[in-house]
């Protein structure tokens, strides 16, 4: 008789699953425990003896103006580059989305800032943004000092955000069009034979099925800003002046790595990562309910 | 494993007299240097490996440049954590004390002396050896590159308000620069005022004066060090700078404004500056057709005991872990540093100072301090001899001070942008930095520095 091994579709699906679940476990569940681990001990940068402390990171750690100000800031970089560069995008998508003159032109020089790497980006915003040699200097030559970002903490925390907006301008960019073009033109011709304009058609029709896309990248550009703005902080401002900079991201790796404070740093990645689930599920819970899916 | 077998050919090598070292047809032992320096500088140092490996053949340091002091501290920590530590690293000034409590060294005096090298350690300059020695004297690590701050200052200018000779005091800086903003100078002095200026306007302004920047010795007596440079001279020093930037005497020059004070400087549009001597080759090399500059000591305020000013730059460590064949390279390759010769060619290349009075002597007599592009330099030896160092002036030896110096950088932001008062901006310099001490005090229980 012919034997036939037979799996239950239970097992099928954790052996194709296993090499997978290695993988997120080695570089994901891992690494995350040993963060969890550190932020409850005192770690010696060297090694050798590592202190039991329970909560006492987070404890300092919550206690610390910096820290405090540090969140602000993140909030503030989040929430204002989020907002531009998801504004921006959908404009300049709408646009293009139109039978314009060369418009495939303007689409692919609207993708292109995304392929751009963080630091290279962030050496030419250093430059273009500098007080005296760049193209604000001209403004600081009218009014003397009204451009400093190296004093002022409002306009370093300004040129971070063009920059950082100015990369998701081109990968919001990319996911708007897609969205726009997926709409049906009968719908919009139709419309238009109705006798309504482009702005009526924008937001009666566009503009409400293009809700999960906006809903997708709002969620992506808020954790990106989280986690992304490191290189261009790093380059741009490193953290000042005076911390107006400091998000949250580049703290943990300026008091980790160069601090040598492994245990600080991780209750820090700790709480940042408890923010962005917090902040994600905030968003499916409040606003993914006004999003339409057709 | 590996440890295993370098545990044979280290059993091996020992069984071996010293006289019969290695038959001629042995590899060289390898052994890493891993360092901080880039650009310029790192090719110095190839060189310098170079010429090591060419003047023998038993050994061979394989050199790495880890990009920056921060770096190469990280990279070795992450190496050692995996057991794969280079065995000669260069650590900058402020990891000191993080070294001295890391458990990871061989300190090189002991290395030294059990590989048959007689070193005098007389011979260093005092303000040198003692900050890499422990309280007893005990050299753990050899200084490489060291440094110290200079006042630059610009004759052409000064000539224009009468002056031929570089101010003295503060109060004698405030007059001239003043003089020099009459005489139609817009930026008679440029400073920065970020993390890493607290080396020449911290740490050197508190040992010249006297003043300790923190209490415990600066912290050689003990981890519960505190800091003390709210209630110091240092905060009528920052007092002055802020006034004077504010009456548009003083100008904060930085890359990340597009200019840093060196470069403000080499090009004449910022005629005092205060920076390290290590500077002295990029202003020759990159100065202003024709301008006439030249260094002096940093001023002190009227009526001051002028004190030896501190070392900076980077001292060699050597890690524990490694077979006797490698120290035994490491013993050979920290020989050859110290070598008044290899001096001499450090200096020429880098303008770093040599850190021995036999090297200084040695250079002397080649007529290095002699000729034009060095002419100068021999201030930054004065400045580190002005006086035999004192309790304060041995050195600053705190814990996490690469992170206490960011704070400086950031109250002193707080200053200049009027966000705070001179003395909150020092009281929160304390009151945070007294916390990064409190850390590391709890993350070494019971142990006491060196």
């Known amino acids: ?294 | 494993m590996t440890m295993i077998k370098r545990g044979f050919a280290a059993l091996a090598a020992g069984a071996l007299s010293t006289a019969l070292a290695m038959p001629a047809f042995a590899e060289p032992v390898k052994f890493d240097f891993w360092f901080g320096l880039s650009g310029d500088l790192a090719r110095v140092v190839d060189t310098m490996c170079k010429n090591f490996n060419a003047s023998q053949s038993d050994y061979e340091v394989v050199c790495t440049s880890q990009g920056n002091y921060d770096a190469t501290l990280q990279n070795t920590i992450a190496a050692f954590r995996a057991g794969k530590q280079p065995t000669v690293v260069q650590v900058y000034d402020v990891g000191t004390a993080t070294m001295m409590l890391s458990g990871a060294y061989k300190p090189a005096d002991k290395l030294m002396e059990e590989n048959g090298y007689k070193i005098d350690y007389a011979d260093y300059f005092p303000g040198i050896a003692r900050y890499y020695a422990t309280s007893k004297g005990e050299m753990l690590s050899f200084p490489f590159n060291s440094s110290t701050a200079l006042m630059y200052w610009n004759k052409d200018a000064f000539a224009k308000i009468g002056k031929t000779e570089a101010p003295k005091t503060w109060e004698d800086v405030g007059a001239d620069l003043q003089a020099m903003k009459d005489a139609g100078y817009e930026c008679p002095m440029a400073i920065n005022i970020s993390a890493n200026e607290s080396w020449q306007l911290m740490e050197q302004f508190s040992a010249i004066h006297n003043q300790p920047v923190a209490t415990k010795n600066n912290g050689y007596d003990g981890l519960d060090a505190r800091l003390e440079v709210n209630k110091t001279k240092f905060v009528q020093y920052v007092t002055d700078l802020k006034k004077w930037y504010d009456s548009g005497l003083i100008k904060i020059k930085s890359k990340d404004l597009g200019q840093d004070m060196v470069q403000a400087f080499a090009s004449g549009t910022c005629q005092v500056i205060l920076t390290s001597v290590g500077d002295h080759g990029t202003v020759g090399r990159t100065q202003k057709e024709g301008m006439n500059w030249d260094v002096a000591e940093l001023p002190v305020y009227a009526g001051t005991e002028r004190k030896n000013s501190l070392v900076g730059g980077a001292s060699l460590w050597v890690l524990s872990g490694k077979s006797d064949a490698e120290y035994k390279g490491a013993a050979a390759f920290l020989n050859f540093i110290h070598d008044p010769k290899t001096a001499l060619f450090w200096s020429t290349n880098t303008g770093y100072i040599p850190v021995t009075k036999s090297g200084f002597d040695y250079m002397k007599g080649q007529g290095f301090y002699d000729k034009a592009p060095y002419k100068g330099r021999e201030t930054a030896i004065a400045s580190l001899t002005a006086s035999e160092p004192t309790e304060v002036t041995r050195g600053v030896r705190l814990g996490n001070f690469t992170q206490i110096r960011a704070e400086f950088g950031t109250q002193m932001q707080a200053i200049f942008a009027n966000k705070v008062s001179v003395q909150e901006g020092l009281d929160t310099l304390v009151k945070n930095g007294d916390a990064i001490l409190d850390r590391f005090q709890q993350t070494y229980p019971g142990k006491t520095l060196p």
């Open chain 1, 1 to 294: 008789m012919e034997k036939r091994v037979t799996f239950s579709s239970w097992t099928i699906g954790i052996l194709f699953a296993v090499p997978q679940l290695l993988l997120i476990f080695t570089f994901f569940y891992w690494p995350a425990g040993q963060a969890v681990y550190w932020s409850l001990t005192l770690q010696q940068p060297w090694g050798g003896g590592n202190i039991w402390v329970g909560l006492d990171n987070f404890r300092s750690i919550l206690a610390n103006a910096d820290y405090w100000n540090s969140i602000t800031a993140s909030l503030v970089f989040a929430g204002i580059s989020t907002g531009l560069a998801m504004f921006i995008a959908l404009v300049l998508a709408a646009l293009t989305d139109r039978q314009l003159a060369g418009s495939r032109l303007y689409r692919v020089v609207l993708i292109w800032p995304y392929g751009i790497a963080a630091p290279a980006l962030a050496l030419a915003f250093r430059f273009i943004l500098a007080p005296e040699a760049g193209f604000l200097s001209v403004v600081n030559r009218m009014w003397p000092g009204i451009w400093d970002p190296g004093l002022d903490g409002a306009d370093a925390m300004a040129s971070i955000i063009v920059a950082f907006s100015w990369k998701y301008v081109g990968y919001n960019f990319i996911f708007f069009l897609a969205a726009f073009q997926a709409i049906p033109r009968s719908l919009i011709e139709a419309a238009a034979m109705d006798g309504s304009g482009v702005i009526r058609r924008f937001w009666d029709i566009q503009f409400p099925l293009i809700t999960p896309t906006i809903f997708f990248l709002l969620v992506i550009n808020i954790t990106e800003s989280f986690q992304d703005s490191f290189g261009i902080v790093d380059i741009m401002t490193s953290g000042g002046p005076a911390n107006a900079t400091n998000l949250m991201v580049y703290k943990i790796y300026s008091d980790g790595f160069k601090g040598l404070d492994y245990s600080g740093a991780a209750a820090q990645s700790i709480i940042l990562m408890l923010l962005i689930i917090l902040l994600t599920i905030f968003q499916f819970r409040f606003i993914e309910r006004r999003v339409h899916y057709g």
